[in-house]
């Protein structure tokens, strides 16, 4: 038995006041990080700047989260030299 709200992702507000999944905010997170430059990573802030001009509103800590959650190390961590 699971809980009803397993079924559904939680919603964020964009800048125009639409909403959209956390699953799709993920999901651009993943793009963005698999698109970087590896030898200079993208930063959670930077991630939060790039979401916020395509009026996506989030926090650095959020970023943060959900990079977690998806088991995504940190951009120090992402490093190659």
């Known amino acids: 038995v699971l809980p009803l709200k397993y079924f559904f992702s939680t919603g ?8 959209i ?4 905010v ?3 997170i993943k ?5 970087e430059d590896k030898n200079c990573p993208c930063s ?12 996506i509103r989030l926090s650095r800590r959020t970023v943060a989260k959900y990079r977690e959650q ?5 951009s120090a961590f992402r490093k190659r030299r």
């Open 26 to 28: 993920k999901a651009r």
């Open 31 to 35: 793009e963005l990080i698999d698109n």
């Open 70 to 74: 998806m088991q995504i190390m940190p």
């Open 44 to 55: 959670d802030q930077h991630i939060a700047d790039v979401l916020g001009a395509e009026g």
């Open 21 to 24: 999944s956390s699953r799709s």
């Open 12 to 19: 964020l507000s964009t800048i125009g006041g639409r909403g």
